[in-house]
Structures are given as structure tokens and as C-alpha cells.
């Protein structure tokens, strides 16, 4: 099959061209080892040149948003169907991305593929129109494709008669079990202490206030743990003592902050955004085999499954699954599907509707 996917160039803030990272490049590079041909074209909201590559298998190309806002993105995008005339055309990312896929496909008669790993009206609630045409294209698409199955119950609202199948979320690569002394010595971490982190954006949106509750209920039994904070902090939020917040830690340093870790904790809100969300972050844990404690919303819950004893409803209820949780070491989740694992799914529901209407 050749498949043409539309993506911004840096989500999640990794720039795919230079850091690859998730289901945003590991689909397309297991579908090219496949012997498809895969193109991706990229939006960057960035001011830099246009680019195309041929790379990993992929053949690549990047807009950017500067000067002429995505007119030159969309013309590339209709030269390139025009040109290609590609068996699918995949939006992913986004919201406009998957609505700039149907479009495209309902104009030249092509099958298309919207994939949504969350929730993205959860993004801008308060933008009705862009909702309204969103839907219209979940309505519309050949095929729509969730993170999870509570997200694709959700997007199925919007299409009746018609499917959501699931790919879900996973680890990338870099992320397996290693000794955990050797990785807090990197990380300049105490080899002494049990260590409780928080690794995701440090935001009330994403109910940080729930860590800084746990810790409270922590700091006067148990002083010697010493609880950290790795990622991008909101200028308004204020850390109590003794936190330690590390920073917005590069690709490289992730699996060893994880490592590094007797319990991660994964925190979420039951919200529009909270309980469509699969945290890559509780998957690249339990590939590294670490303890967690995770928010009880739809989809952790859905990723536990199978380990319910981890799902967590409040502050109390999280210290206490922590103390439980810190006398484990580590904890074999059994087998964890990988992006080849994921990108088999994906791969299915194109081959399934290849020869339909």
C-alpha cells in the first residue's frame, strides 16, 4: 500500500525529524519495514525551511506555518495526492489533521484514516466550531482509529453505523528495565532513599495538586523518601520543600529517571481530557518493570486491567497503595505489545477495508 500521513512535525514537543518518538513514527517505520510506501508530511509552527528526506524507510517532507500561515502545508498536501495517489491518507496528531485527511479524501476519492491518541477537544473546550467539524470528519472517515476503547466509545457517538477499532499507546525502545543504582548514579539521585516521582507536565489542568496532597500525607511519616518532579512547570505553580523538581529531561535521561524510581506515580483527573487518556508514561513504566500508582480514570484503568491493585481513587487512597507498592522493587506486568505489536493493528484495519467501498 502506499499511505500518505499528515502530522505536525513536533508533537508532544519531539521534532520527529530528528527525535523519533511514538506511535507517530513508530507506525509508519513498521509499516514501511512492511514494504509499504509511507510518506509524512509535516507542519512545523516553526520558522524554518522546507524539507525532504528520505529516512528510516520514509520518505519525509516538512512545511512550515511561517509566512503564509497552512496554505502552503494544505497546497503541498493536494500537489502530493494529486502526484501519489496514495491507497490511504492519515491524520495524526490533531485535530486538523484529521479533518484535513477526510478532507482530502472525500475531494479525490481516497480512503482515509483519522487516528486520535486522546481526546482533542479536551484541548480548546471553548472552540465549538472546530468541534463541529471535527465530528463531521469522525463521521465521514473510511476508518477511525483510537488509543484506547473508552476514547473510541466517545468517537463513535459521532459515527453511527460505523466502527472505532483501537491501536493502543506503547513504550518506545529505549525504555527497559535496567539496575537501578547505576541509574541514579547518572542522574546524580541518592542511592540511599526510596524515590516516588511524578514525570508529565506540572500544571493544574493535569491535577498536580493531587502529588502535593500525597506528599503532605508523606513528609511526616516517612521523611527519608524523597519525592521528585520531572517536566515542564507552570511559572504559577509553587513546589513545597523538600520536592525536587529535575527539570525537563532529555530523550535520553527518561529511562533512567524511571529506572531510577521505587514507585511512579501516574496522575490524571476524571475529566473530558483525563478519562480519554493513555499515559505513555504509565507504559514506559511498566516496560521498565517499575511499581506505580495511577489516578482510577477510564484509560489507566483500561491499561491495568489486568493489575487493578495499582488504581488509586484520592489522596489517602494513594498513600496508601504507595506504602504497599514500595516493598515491591519491581513488578513483571507481563507482556507488554510493542509499536510492531501496534503497528500489526493498524496495518489490519487499512488491509480490512482495502477492497471495500
Not at 484506547?148 to 472505532?164: A, E
Amino acid at each position: 500500500m502506499k499511505i500518505l500521513f499528515l502530522c505536525k512535525r513536533r508533537p508532544q514537543g519531539k521534532d520527529l525529524l530528528t527525535r523519533p518518538y511514538g506511535r507517530f513514527f513508530y507506525i509508519p517505520y513498521w509499516l514501511s519495514k512492511r514494504g509499504h510506501e509511507v510518506y509524512i508530511l509535516l507542519l512545523s509552527y516553526k520558522k524554518e525551511p522546507a524539507v525532504q528526506i528520505e529516512k528510516d524507510g520514509i520518505y519525509w517532507l516538512s512545511e512550515s506555518l511561517y509566512p503564509w500561515g497552512p496554505l502552503k502545508y494544505i497546497a503541498k498536501a493536494n500537489g502530493l495526492v494529486r502526484t501519489l495517489e496514495p491507497d490511504w491518507i492519515v491524520g495524526f496528531s490533531d485535530t486538523y489533521y484529521g479533518i484535513l485527511a477526510e478532507k482530502l479524501g472525500s475531494k479525490y476519492g481516497i480512503k482515509s484514516v483519522i487516528d486520535a491518541y486522546d481526546n482533542y477537544e479536551s484541548y480548546i473546550p471553548w472552540f465549538k466550531p472546530l468541534h463541529s467539524v471535527w465530528r463531521k470528519a469522525i463521521a465521514k472517515a473510511t476508518r477511525v482509529i483510537a488509543a484506547g476503547p473508552d476514547l473510541g466509545d466517545y468517537l463513535n457517538t459521532f459515527r453511527p453505523h460505523k466502527t472505532v477499532s483501537t491501536v493502543p499507546m506503547a513504550a518506545d525502545p529505549a525504555f527497559v528495565s535496567l539496575n537501578k543504582k547505576e541509574c541514579r548514579q547518572k542522574l546524580g539521585l541518592p542511592v540511599d532513599k526510596k524515590l516516588v516521582g511524578y514525570a508529565g507536565s506540572i500544571h493544574k489542568s493535569r491535577g498536580i495538586e493531587l502529588f502535593f496532597k500525597i506528599f503532605e500525607k508523606w513528609r511526616c511519616e516517612a521523611p527519608e523518601i524523597l519525592f521528585l518532579l520531572s517536566g515542564r512547570k507552570d511559572k504559577k505553580i509553587d513546589l513545597p520543600q523538600p520536592i525536587k523538581w529535575l527539570g525537563y529531561l532529555s530523550d535520553e535521561q527518561m529511562p533512567l529517571l524511571l529506572n531510577s524510581l521505587d514507585v511512579l506515580l501516574v496522575i490524571n483527573k476524571p475529566s473530558s481530557f483525563g478519562n480519554f487518556s493513555y499515559p505513555v508514561k504509565l507504559y514506559e513504566a511498566m516496560a521498565c518493570q517499575i511499581p506505580v500508582v495511577v489516578s482510577d480514570v477510564l484509560g489507566s484503568k483500561w491499561i491495568l486491567k489486568d493489575h487493578p491493585q495499582f488504581l488509586a481513587r484520592d489522596a489517602l487512597d494513594f498513600a496508601e497503595k504507595i506504602k504497599s507498592v514500595l516493598a515491591l522493587d519491581r513488578f513483571d506486568y507481563g507482556y507488554q505489545e510493542t509499536w510492531e505489536d501496534c503497528c500489526n493493528l493498524f496495518e489490519a484495519n487499512l488491509l480490512d477495508s482495502m477492497f471495500k467501498p
